[in-house]
């Protein structure tokens, strides 16, 4: 599995497809506070626009959210900031920083159809990697046969790097504050370089998967009109091997769309099956729509069992949604 060096946490040239996008991701979780978010900042400068989603993690079932917009017409990789988020690259591949001052919608995830209500959330982070930077730099890729990548590049992005690590810093909302301790907290960064489009994908199952310092999963299997695509690593005894093949079965909600436990079959290129279960905490189902369809992404922070051993992350669902607002594609 390829180790991407610094300059890819910087911007990429700019192609000229109308979703070129060059996107930041963050998540993490402290077991200990009870508390975590997931936050993306995508530029997209063919469409003149970078926007910020921010999620936070309450302690019990509640969840914090900030959307923002704002033009942007050329690309930037330094000091990324809308909607009152900033991201600060400290060290190349080393260190972020991750500030918020911006009001939010807080929601009870135990009461769905409560609506919310006005919130305000302040956070001071910093995410030290504990991996390298693994995944693709995507040079290439559209010369490729496989018909399952290259649908892939059009709609997710060519190239990208996942990365392990740990968080430190404070969160507020409302006058509470709870510690990210960088003792127990952990999470991944990801970053995404070309076409990005939320309609694109019939389905796809990411996992984000820390068990214990030394111990680190990530990938995706993603549904294409060509078959499905499996893409991830494993991280283990000091080195990254490529994941082939992600086998998933999952428990749901009465709803038939909601996961509440994924059993993760995780085969990696030496031949070892790495057995997984994720046991849901808590979803946020995140609504899209793109032209006549409609897309939910269900984020599921997990507490995820491996060798007798646990850990944190996220299991997260898309589904395609028909009329009916039934998955596309049956989950498995």
């Known amino acids: ?103 939010a919608r807080v929601l009870d995830l135990g009461d769905p159809g409560a609506g919310g209500r006005p919130g305000h959330v302040t956070l001071d982070l910093t995410f030290s990697s504990l991996t390298p930077a693994i995944g693709t730099d995507g040079l290439g890729r559209s010369s490729r046969s496989d018909d399952t990548a290259a649908s892939t590049a059009t709609t997710v992005g060519k190239g990208h790097l996942e990365q392990s690590g740990a968080w430190a810093g404070t969160v507020a909302c409302d006058g509470d504050a709870w510690t990210l301790d960088p003792a127990t907290a ?74 509440r436990v994924s059993h993760v079959r995780a085969t990696d290129k030496r031949d070892r099956v790495h057995e997984l279960r994720g046991d849901i905490l808590r979803v946020y189902g995140r609504p899209q729509r793109t032209g006549e369809r409609s897309t939910v992404v269900n984020e599921g922070l997990a507490r995820w069992t491996y060798e007798g051993r646990q850990g944190y992350g996220i299991s997260e669902y898309l589904h395609q949604l028909d009329e009916g607002g039934r998955p596309l594609v049956p989950i498995e």
Do not use: C
Not at 47 to 58: A, F, H, K, M, Y
Not at 87 to 95: A, F, T
Not at 202 to 218: A, E, K, L, P, Q
């Open 1 to 103: 599995m390829p180790i991407l060096d610094a300059r890819h946490d910087f911007a990429h040239p700019v192609e000229g497809d109308q979703a070129w996008s060059e996107s930041y991701y963050f998540n993490g979780y402290d077991p200990d506070a009870d508390t975590g978010l997931f936050t993306r900042i995508g530029v997209r400068p063919n469409e003149g626009t970078i926007d910020v989603g921010l999620s936070v993690w309450l302690p019990g079932d509640r969840i914090a959210n900030v959307r923002g917009v704002r033009e942007q017409t050329v690309m930037i990789d330094d000091d990324l900031a809308v909607g009152g988020v900033r991201y600060q690259r400290e060290e190349p591949m080393r260190r972020w920083r991750v500030t918020a001052d911006a009001d």
């Open 186 to 259: 952990r999470g991944n960064r990801d970053k995404s370089w070309g076409p990005r489009r939320w309609g694109g994908p019939r389905m796809w199952r990411w996992f984000s998967i820390n068990i214990d310092d030394g111990t680190h999963f990530g990938g995706i299997r993603i549904g294409t009109p060509a078959g499905d695509l499996h893409r991830g690593w494993v991280w283990r005894d000091g080195e990254a091997t490529s994941i082939r093949t992600w086998d998933v079965a999952s428990e749901l909600a009465p709803d038939g769309v909601t996961h």
